[in-house]
């Protein structure tokens, strides 16, 4: 797999600095991706293909929210959450997202079992 990133950083005012990373890769890496995070509908990506992650912290509750893009619209998945859109940083790493996942459900001894 071939990868490359890149950090753009660029300063908005006294207060805010927005930075981006950027990472290319092939369809190849981009399918696991797209099956990690449940999408709704599984499809091989094409060239140009993108998953966006961005995340957002709100000024009013100090809240961080990630919002998921697949090809450019929020990404809708088939787990509890739906659509990710705004959702709370706290319930995607949480057991309400990534917990729920099959992966996480498999025991750490079924990896060493011989």
Not at 42 to 60: D, H, I, Q, R
Not at 86 to 107: A, P, Q
Request: with cysteine; net charge negative; hydrophobic share 45%.
């Amino acid at each position: 797999m071939i990868t490359s990133q890149v950090l753009i950083q660029v300063n908005i005012g006294e207060d805010s600095l927005d930075v981006s990373i950027v990472q290319v890769a092939h369809d190849g890496s981009i399918s696991p991706l797209l099956g990690l995070l449940q999408i709704d509908v599984m499809v091989w990506p094409g060239m140009g293909s993108e998953v966006v992650f961005e995340l957002y912290k709100n000024a009013c509750d100090q809240q961080y929210y990630i919002r998921v893009l697949w090809s450019g619209q929020p990404m809708k998945t088939s787990t509890p959450l739906g659509t990710l859109d705004m959702i709370k940083i706290e319930d995607f790493f949480s057991c309400k997202y990534l917990c729920s996942l099959s992966i996480y459900h498999v025991s750490r001894a079924a990896f060493f079992e011989s």
